[in-house]
């Protein structure tokens, strides 16, 4: 599923394994007559067939020999996608990985349960692309020109077929510095000034239900809500006010640096204009026009921050014209939801005097988390039922008894050296199942895996959307799933 990624130019698949009948089970891409052939061989010329735009070239080494003899060797790709790795292996690639500056996805299916891990030092998003965009139309505050196509309607002399068309925008802007006129500037606060101010642009309307008018109505918030800007793009900017004017930093930071002098200076406080008007009811010539007066306001808050950008540059002995405009637009017009995400590294997580010892204790204390919260303390137990046997549990149905006390007793010690849970333990019929899966890998569980796996690496390749920012839990059992962040 993540091998064949549209998009994506080159890869290589890393497997020293050959093919067994076990994997003819779990591997749709391998056929019957394939048993005893390199697996990675096969994997790369079946991923070519279904995405031939793509370059593919195989490697017969395992992780670990690589990561002890050419760690370097990691350096060459943009993402590194480990899969059925156990933690030890997982911790030493990560280590590897933020040292050379390259994402690591660790994707793993056991039986009827997935984890998915994303590890990088800092993602920085511009595009989020969240579900609900900011509106933000300032017409609680209209600037100069916006201020003047609005006097440009004189309703009580319109006509009625003309002030059928005025654009809601228009009658709320007028509705709003009529309010503030009487009420010392100020807006409406209370439901039942709220309720005025509706009742207000009701009486506007010339004859029943006039869409324009009922369009006022329906949207008269958007007059008397204020726009703010989020405590978390607040810290962001606070940041970058000291880390994006460094002669050295990444493009995200020197922009966001120069939005926050934007919004100390031109903006007064608020971010750059988006500049999208929703649709409303109008004629195609005042709507275009009232278009126009937007995205000519967002292009100028643009090169507003273009300008300091620049600035900032200048000031690092830098090339000014390393920036452009298109670059910078995009950036403010998706300003509201800039987003940052920062990972702890792998070896942070899973280590004893580095984890975090109240939050797994919560999960299993909580009735809505507690199945999840087992699946990953057991998954972390079968690895290190793995390191000690070498094997994992359940592998031989004649030690399945044996194997189900065996991880309970490592599960409770992981607990209690770990995490600091002595009054909790895992749920114990998962713990079983756990057991009876035996470590297979079923074709059902890895296609939803890769296929999340295949989202969340477009995602860190694109840096389009927010990815995972914790571990995720996919539980096949009861059909759930649970981002657990430690």
């Keep these: 599923e993540c091998g064949r990624l549209g998009g994506i130019g080159a890869f290589t698949v890393v497997d020293i394994a050959r093919v067994e009948p076990r994997d003819l089970g779990n591997n749709w891409l391998l056929a019957a007559g ?7 061989e096969l994997a790369c010329s079946a991923l070519h067939e279904l995405n031939e735009a793509v370059e593919g070239a195989f490697v017969e080494e395992s992780t670990r020999t690589l990561l002890d ?69 300032r017409l609680h505050s209209p600037w100069e020109e916006l201020e003047a196509f609005v006097r440009e309607f004189r309703l009580g002399e319109l006509d009625d077929a003309t002030h059928a068309h005025v654009p809601f925008a228009v009658l709320l802007v007028q509705a709003m510095q009529e309010y503030k006129a009487s009420n010392n500037g100020e807006l409406p606060k209370t439901s039942k000034e709220k309720a005025a101010v509706k009742d207000a642009l009701r ?19 958007k007059a008397w809500t204020v726009v703010s800007i989020p405590s978390d ?48 009811t109008s004629t195609t010539e005042f709507y275009l026009k009232l278009q126009r007066i937007y995205q000519d306001k967002a292009r100028a808050d643009a090169e507003a921050v273009l300008g300091h950008a620049r600035s900032i540059l200048v000031e690092a002995g830098v090339s000014p014209e390393s920036i452009q405009y298109d670059t910078v637009r995009v950036f403010c017009k998706n300003a509201h939801h800039l987003s940052v995400t920062r990972y702890r590294t792998l ?43 070498n ?19 490592i599960a409770a010690s992981l607990l209690t050296q770990c995490y600091g849970v002595n009054n909790a333990g895992v749920d114990e019929d998962l713990l079983c199942e756990v057991v009876r899966f035996g470590g297979s890998e079923l074709h059902a569980v890895a296609s939803v895996m890769g296929g999340i796996a295949a989202q969340e690496a477009i995602k860190l390749l694109t840096c389009q959307f927010v990815p995972l920012a914790g571990t995720l839990i996919y ?7 649970t981002v657990i962040t430690l």
Aim: aromatic share 6%; glycine share 6%; hydrophobic share 40%.
């Design 475 to 481: 539980n096949a059992i009861n059909s759930t799933s």
């Design 34 to 40: 394939s048993v005893g052939a390199s697996r990675a």
């Design 391 to 409: 094997r994992l549990p359940g592998v031989f149905d004649s030690e399945i008894d044996e194997d189900v006390s065996r991880l309970k007793s």
């Design 233 to 280: 793009l607040r810290a962001l900017l606070e940041v970058a006010s000291t880390v994006g004017t460094a002669p050295d930093a990444p493009q995200f930071w020197l922009l966001a640096a120069a939005l926050g002098r934007f919004v100390e200076k031109e903006g007064n406080g608020r971010l750059p204009l988006e500049g999208s008007i929703p649709d409303m």
């Design 69 to 137: 003899a050419r760690p370097e060797f990691f350096k060459a790709f943009t993402l590194v996608i480990a899969t059925q790795e156990c933690e030890q292996t997982l911790v030493k690639l990560d280590e590897v990985c933020r040292r050379e500056g390259v994402p690591l996805l660790a994707a793993r299916s056991y039986g009827l349960l997935g984890s998915l891990r994303v590890s990088k030092s800092e993602h920085c998003v511009v595009e989020a692309k969240p579900d609900s965009e900011v509106e933000d139309l």
């Design 203 to 221: 009486q506007l309307g010339r004859r029943i239900d006039q869409e324009n008018v009922r369009e006022a109505v329906a949207g008269a918030y």
């Design 347 to 389: 070896a942070e997580e899973t280590g004893s005097e580095t984890c975090d010892v109240e939050a797994v204790g919560k999960l299993l204390a909580s009735e809505d988390s507690v199945l999840n919260a087992s699946a990953y303390v057991l998954l972390r137990s079968c690895d290190k039922f793995e390191e000690s046997y």
